[in-house]
């Protein structure tokens, strides 16, 4: 398919990436860029989003994020539209060193302020593309009762339904912004122990930030979470809902055990203790 519709790249080597991402399946094509190819036909209308978003909303943005170099169409062989993207050089910042996750933190907080208060206008509103990122958390509401049903006998399930039934009681009473929707760590790539590049916008959208402070209690520690909320400044409903993102999240995998490993299911585990923690503590 490189070969057929991009010519100029035949002679380049395409070799899986080692570490791929569900969304999409992934290839180094030679060293200086990458191949991404929907897994799902819920996944391909994320393609042509970034395709015209991305160079439009890097000049606004602190940090890297992916450049698109052609867009792929569908072919004999494959049903969807796909990309060649610039090859952003970097380790994921699962790899951080504990001493330098306030420094992260910061970063990434800087960036998503940044990406928060860009006024490009016209932008895709949350929906199946993005799996409703940005919008009501009610969307999730049955799934996250279905999992705190599964977990009853291993959580706390009524202060876990205290935390998702505020979360879902707020709304964003303020204009839309720009999302991510997917600010996890494998989106984001370190240099020298600082935030180079910030990837995978298939689920980008504009509409509520609160999806996007779910790694404040999937990622980080207290210190480095209490830097990314002094910096990000949002009011305490906002705080409240990004809290039940995340706790959704969480949930769903701990619940889905037979479709996660037990290293996904012990980070869940955790995080539903730092989400608990968390909330206590604000009350």
């Not at 979470?225 to 969480?250: N, P």
Request: hydrophobic letters at 40%; glycine letters at 4%.
């Amino acid at each position: 398919m490189v070969s057929e519709q991009f010519p100029q790249f035949a002679h380049l080597s395409i070799r899986l990436v080692d570490k791929n991402g569900w969304d999409n399946r992934t290839f180094h094509l030679g060293e200086e860029m990458s191949v991404r190819f929907p897994r799902a036909q819920r996944y391909a209308a994320q393609v042509e989003k970034e395709q015209f978003w991305l160079t439009k909303l890097q000049p606004f943005l602190p940090q890297q994020i992916p450049r698109p170099i052609g867009l792929g169409k569908p072919s004999i062989d494959y049903p969807w539209q796909w990309s060649i993207y610039r090859w952003i050089k970097g380790d994921t910042v699962t790899a951080i060193k504990a001493s330098n996750m306030l420094t992260i933190a910061a970063e990434l907080a800087y960036f998503l302020k940044a990406l928060h208060s860009i006024k490009l206008k016209e932008g895709p509103q949350p929906g199946l593309h993005n799996f409703y990122r940005g919008g009501s958390l009610s969307i999730y509401h049955n799934e996250t009762q279905q999992a705190l049903n599964l977990l009853r006998n291993d959580i706390d399930t009524k202060i876990v339904s205290k935390i998702w039934e505020a979360g879902v009681s707020t709304t964003w009473k303020k204009s839309p912004v720009w999302i991510h929707g997917d600010i996890s760590p494998d989106n984001l790539l370190t240099q020298k122990n600082q935030l180079c590049a910030v990837i995978d916008f298939g689920l980008l959208a504009v509409g509520d930030p609160a999806c996007d402070l779910a790694i404040a209690w999937k990622f980080f520690d207290h210190k480095s979470r209490q830097v990314f909320k002094d910096i990000l400044a949002f009011d305490d409903e906002t705080w409240t809902r990004g809290r039940a993102w995340a706790l959704w999240k969480v949930l769903v995998i701990s619940a889905n055990i037979s479709q996660t490993n037990a290293v996904d299911t012990s980070v869940a585990r955790q995080a539903i203790d730092k989400i608990i923690e968390d909330y206590e503590r604000h009350q």
